[in-house]
């Protein structure tokens, strides 16, 4: 359902998203009120790599901490995307999260020193029905409408959830708040473009999450929702990225180089399951990526249309990429056109193909900056080439260069550290954890250079994490950690 503008005006100005809200330096003094102290009873699951030691990492919430108000809330694994922004009816603060595995939505309440004291789920997995992964909680200050938006990703039929942060908990087995003209696939993250660069309209960047295979030839795209009005979600026409020679393979394109694409159609969407979509995409020549997880734009007044995104890469073995795909992984970025946005250039500023195992490993999370790409790597294929584990890489815009800044901390060869979190036994292989979302929360709470980033510590579980949203959907008993690091480059 749409959001009333009363109830937006509440949140319009205080909210950070998935994709890294707009955050321009500022030399406003710390917020007093705010603690970034360690929150949670567990460690840290993250240090920062070799050049940024100057991190301060703090814990923020994990699975198994027990809230002083709402003692029977579990925080679910798998927390992915998110969204953080001031309490309207408090002095506090409001943390949104995806729980992917769970199908789930929590909201965290933060109190002013910025400490968990109390959870529920706004989103059940009877409501979620498909797993969430990234999300975007969208403001009036930014996109010109609010709305926390979360995709599914369980197969062609999924859609696109529009959450009202606000709804009460009593409405989360509601099933209601998917929106079918932003199309049906398995997505990964909806992200609307910034009203600076929108022009009254809604531009709303898609990634499909889908492999190639005989069932799905069409593999990935990158789609756009484009709405005449700012935040209608029913309305709209729904396009797929092709580039303008009509190629459709991925591999076609290398790095160093620059191509024409455009946004085409994909007619009637609204009323199309994803199996007529996907036709559709090969009907008109869309590009085939292997796998389109993240999407995020540049941040900065007008830098809007500049968007990157992800290809996570796949294999069916483990070993070799297949035809026309990546394997290991690329981030693209695209530049849309100033007088039509339909059309623009499209680059591969990073990939992981021409050095396996020690470059890229399937990129998933993104996080823009006005001057870096943070990329978050999903190592969990387990290929057997792979040489260190899920890193966070720094990408600097202006040279293209990048570097390690953030590690898992596995710690192998401490017998206590595997005995707390490594019930699975997985934790040997390189990229046995992976991480969620990363975004800016400097503004929101009044610290510089502050970011939160989640993480996905599959090992690590507890049958008291099992069915954490009391839906009952599934039997997965995995937990995970929030982190707030600050001192981080923007």
Same mark, same amino acid.
């Given at each position: 359902?749409?959001?009333?503008?009363?109830?937006?005006?509440?949140?319009?100005?205080?909210?950070?998203?998935?994709?890294?809200?707009?955050?321009?330096?500022?030399?406003?003094?710390?917020?007093?009120? +705010?603690?970034?102290?360690?929150?949670?009873?567990?460690?840290?699951?993250?240090?920062g790599?070799?050049?940024?030691e100057?991190?301060?990492?703090?814990?923020l919430?994990s699975?198994?901490?027990?809230?002083?108000?709402?003692?029977?809330f579990?925080?679910?694994?798998?927390?992915?995307?998110?969204?953080?922004? &001031?309490?309207?009816?408090? =002095?506090?603060y409001?943390?949104i999260?995806?729980?992917?595995?769970?199908q789930?939505?929590?909201?965290?309440y933060?109190?002013?020193?910025?400490?968990?004291?109390?959870?529920?789920?706004?989103?059940?997995?009877?409501g979620?029905?498909?797993?969430?992964c990234?999300?975007?909680?969208?403001?009036?200050?930014?996109?010109?409408?609010?709305?926390f938006? /979360?995709?599914?990703?369980?197969?062609?039929?999924?859609?696109?959830?529009?959450?009202?942060p606000?709804?009460?908990?009593s409405?989360a087995?509601?099933?209601?708040?998917?929106?079918?003209?932003?199309?049906?696939?398995?997505?990964?993250?909806?992200?609307?473009?910034?009203?600076?660069?929108?022009?009254?309209?809604s531009?709303?960047?898609?990634?499909?999450?889908?492999?190639?295979?005989?069932?799905?030839?069409?593999?990935?795209?990158?789609?756009?929702?484009?709405a005449?009005?700012?935040?209608?979600?029913?309305?709209?026409?729904?396009?797929?990225?092709?580039?303008?020679?009509?190629? /459709?393979t991925?591999?076609?394109?290398?790095?160093?180089?620059?191509?024409?694409v455009?946004?085409?159609?994909?007619?009637?969407?609204? =009323?199309l399951?994803?199996?007529?979509?996907?036709?559709?995409?090969?009907?008109?020549?869309a590009?085939?990526?292997?796998?389109?997880?993240?999407?995020?734009?540049r941040k900065?007044?007008?830098?809007?249309?500049?968007?990157?995104?992800?290809?996570?890469?796949?294999?069916n073995?483990?070993?070799?990429?297949?035809?026309?795909?990546?394997?290991?992984?690329?981030?693209?970025?695209?530049?849309l056109n100033?007088?039509?946005?339909?059309?623009?250039?499209?680059?591969?500023?990073?990939?992981?193909?021409?050095?396996?195992?020690?470059n890229?490993?399937?990129?998933?999370n993104?996080?823009?900056?006005?001057?870096?790409?943070?990329?978050?790597?999903?190592g969990?294929?387990?290929?057997p080439?792979?040489?260190?584990?899920s890193? +966070?890489?720094?990408?600097d815009?202006?040279? &293209?260069?990048?570097?390690?800044?953030l590690?898992?901390?596995?710690?192998?060869?401490?017998?206590?550290?595997?005995?707390?979190?490594?019930?699975s036994?997985?934790?040997?292989?390189?990229?046995s954890w992976?991480y969620?979302?990363?975004?800016?929360?400097?503004?929101?709470?009044?610290?510089?250079?502050?970011?939160?980033?989640?993480?996905h510590?599959?090992?690590?579980?507890?049958?008291?994490f099992?069915?954490?949203?009391?839906?009952?959907?599934n039997t997965?008993?995995?937990?995970?950690?929030?982190?707030?690091?600050?001192?981080?480059?923007?």
């Open positions: 359902m749409k959001l009333n503008h009363t109830l937006a005006a509440l949140f319009l100005s205080a909210a950070v998203f998935q994709s890294c809200n707009d955050d321009e330096t500022t030399e406003e003094p710390i917020n007093s009120d +705010i603690k970034l102290e360690n929150f949670s009873k567990e460690p840290a699951f993250v240090y790599m070799t050049g940024f100057n991190l301060n990492i703090t814990t919430i699975s198994s901490d027990v809230l002083q108000d709402s003692p029977n579990v925080f679910a694994g798998q927390p992915d995307g998110m969204g953080i922004m &001031k309490d309207p009816n408090s =002095n506090g409001l943390m999260t995806n729980h992917e595995i769970t789930s939505v929590s909201r965290v933060l109190d002013k020193s910025f400490k968990p004291v109390k959870g529920e789920y706004i989103l059940n997995g009877i979620g029905m498909t797993r969430l990234s999300a975007t909680l969208a403001t009036v200050a930014e996109h010109g409408f609010s709305a938006l /979360t995709a599914g990703e369980s197969g062609e039929e999924s859609m696109v959830h529009a959450l009202n606000l709804a009460a908990a409405q087995s509601d099933k209601t708040r998917v929106k079918p003209a932003l199309g049906k696939a398995s997505m990964e993250n909806a992200v609307p473009l910034p009203k600076d660069v929108s022009n009254g309209k531009y709303i960047l898609i990634g499909e999450d889908q492999s190639y295979s005989t069932s799905h030839q069409s593999a990935g795209q990158l789609l756009m929702y484009v005449d009005t700012q935040g209608d979600l029913d309305n709209g026409k729904l396009y797929s990225l092709k580039r303008t020679n009509n190629n /459709t991925e591999t076609d394109m290398t790095k160093g180089s620059q191509y024409d455009e946004f085409v159609e994909i007619t009637n969407a609204k =009323n399951t994803g199996a007529q979509i996907n036709q559709k995409n090969m009907d008109i020549n590009i085939r990526f292997s796998r389109v997880e993240d999407v995020d734009y900065g007044a007008g830098k809007g249309r500049e968007i990157y995104f992800t290809a996570t890469g796949e294999s073995d483990g070993i070799n990429p297949k035809p026309g795909l990546t394997m290991w992984g690329r981030v693209y970025k695209l530049v100033q007088n039509n946005m339909m059309t623009g250039k499209l680059e591969v500023v990073a990939e992981g193909d021409s050095n396996p195992g020690s890229l490993i399937n990129p998933d993104l996080c823009v900056t006005e001057n870096y790409v943070y990329i978050q790597e999903d969990d294929s387990y290929y080439a792979a040489a260190h584990d890193y +966070i890489w720094q990408l815009i202006s040279t &293209k260069q990048y570097k390690p800044w590690n898992m901390k596995h710690n192998r060869t401490d017998s206590a550290w595997q005995t707390a979190y490594n019930q036994g997985n934790l040997q292989k390189f990229g992976e969620g979302a990363m975004i800016d929360v400097s503004d929101i709470i009044g610290v510089p250079n502050t970011f939160a980033v989640n993480i510590s599959h090992t690590w579980q507890k049958n008291g099992a069915n954490a949203d009391g839906a009952g959907v997965n008993k995995e937990g995970g950690q929030i982190v707030l690091i600050r001192n981080v480059q923007k």
